[in-house]
């Protein structure tokens, strides 16, 4: 347990489907962060939040949206995917650019 | 942008066996860290490592900032250290992008 939940932990959506992808944090951190990984490919870098406030996006496609309540949540909404978006989709946290700490993770795929 | 090289990209290893595992990188950093990725794709943290040698049980990491690398020791195997060791860097200049991660090494303890 490292205090970063994600849920769901294993989503199937069509390419018309919308859903979200959710991710909490119990540490007191003020950044989160949205990784993906596909298959044999090492970490890519989505998105970026510091305080709430959106400070990268790693050119991701508009069919990946983020959203950043309060420091302790962050979503990933999702519609139109393709199947090449299928991948481990992954939530972390820390302190101003500190040690990360990561979520469990959630593996999408797209039919 | 920063580059960081892992190696070996592979490695079998029998239970009970010692291992070295390493993480170069192209310029200065900040931070280090090193993770473990079990099957279920959970990262977990091991090290966070800007300099120095830290210890944890049969893990043991080193880093030598000035000679741009960072090594990870792994004694007395166990099939439970199957997965994948990611090293990851926070570079001054790197911008909002706060780890650069390498492309991991691949460890499979056989009994």
């Known amino acids: 347990e490292t205090g970063v939940t994600q849920t769901p932990r294993h989503l199937v959506m069509g390419m018309t489907n919308k859903k979200s992808l959710k991710c909490e944090q119990h540490?007191?951190?003020?950044?989160m962060y949205w990784y993906k990984q596909s298959a044999k490919k090492p970490l890519e870098l989505m998105f970026v939040?510091?305080?709430?406030?959106?400070?990268e996006n790693n050119s991701v496609p508009s069919r990946f949206s983020p959203e950043c309540p309060n420091s302790s949540h962050l979503f990933l909404h999702l519609h139109t995917l393709q199947p090449e978006d299928s991948a481990l989709y992954l939530c972390a946290s820390s302190h101003t650019r500190n040690e990360q700490f990561f979520g469990p993770g959630t593996r999408l795929t797209v039919l | 942008g920063i580059q960081v090289e892992q190696s070996p990209p592979d490695l079998i290893l029998q239970e009970g066996a010692n291992s070295t595992l390493r993480c170069n990188f192209s310029d200065s950093v900040n931070n280090l860290q090193w993770f473990h990725q079990n099957p279920w794709g959970q990262l977990i943290n091991l090290f966070y490592?800007?300099?120095g040698t830290k210890q944890n049980g049969r893990l043991s990491a080193t880093t030598v900032a000035t000679e741009r690398y960072s090594l990870l020791y792994i004694s007395s195997s166990q099939t439970t250290d199957s997965g994948v060791y990611f090293c990851a860097v926070d570079h001054p200049n790197s911008g909002n992008t706060p780890l650069v991660f390498g492309k991991g090494t691949r460890l499979s303890v056989i009994a």
């Open positions: 540490l007191g951190h003020n950044a």
């Open positions: 939040y510091n305080f709430k406030e959106q400070t």
């Open positions: 490592i800007p300099s």
